[in-house]
């Protein structure tokens, strides 16, 4: 599997044009929303966006810009889940949700310092994973994958829980994208 399966999954769940009332995202084509298309250089018609320009916007903004390849020569597992949490919530949450579960993980500072949780991948976070991987193994992956999924799950209940309108979405969000 590389990023190419993953943009590939996202667009097959994401499907083709949406514009449902209760989504403040407004019209969606294939997962993109019309302002993420706009600041992106699309003009056109969303209905009629190219598939091409939704995987360039997949790998551009939610894979390379947060540096999630970073991440994958580590753990694929791990990078792929943060990329389809990015996806659905922004690469700023995905990463700050990764920095939470680090710190969560680490034995109160015994296994590597806590993260400023300043919702970017850089040195300190790669360090701290890396020093995760290196006590945990591939077996941690799956802890670690866990509570991102925790932190994202919540994080949909409380967007249901804040704005009743995204109870239409609660059910979807949680089945295609938890465990």
């Known amino acids: 599997m590389d990023i190419h399966d993953l943009i590939e999954e996202v667009i097959a769940r994401e499907g083709g044009y949406t514009h449902h009332p209760a989504d403040r ?8 929303t019309e302002a993420v298309a706009r600041a992106n250089g699309y003009a056109g018609i969303m209905k009629e966006m190219p ?6 916007i997949y790998r551009r903004l939610y894979w ?14 791990v990078a792929a889940e943060l990329f389809d949490t990015a996806v659905n919530m922004g690469p700023a949450t995905a990463n700050g ?35 995760f991987r290196m006590l945990r193994g591939s077996a941690g992956d799956k802890v670690l994958i866990r509570t991102l999924n ?17 109870e239409a979405f609660l059910y979807g969000w949680l089945a295609n994208r938890i465990g």
């Open 64 to 77: 390379e810009r947060p540096g999630y390849a970073f991440v994958a020569e580590m753990s694929w597992p």
């Open 51 to 56: 598939r091409s320009f939704a995987e360039t």
């Open 25 to 32: 995202g407004g019209p969606t084509n294939m997962g993109i």
């Open 150 to 166: 925790a932190l994202q799950g919540e994080r949909y209940v409380a967007l249901a829980e804040q704005r009743p309108a995204n």
């Open 97 to 131: 949700f990764l920095q939470r579960a680090l710190n969560a993980l680490n034995r109160n500072q015994k296994d590597y310092p806590d993260l400023t949780v300043d919702r970017l991948i850089g040195a300190h976070t790669l360090a701290a994973l890396r020093a």
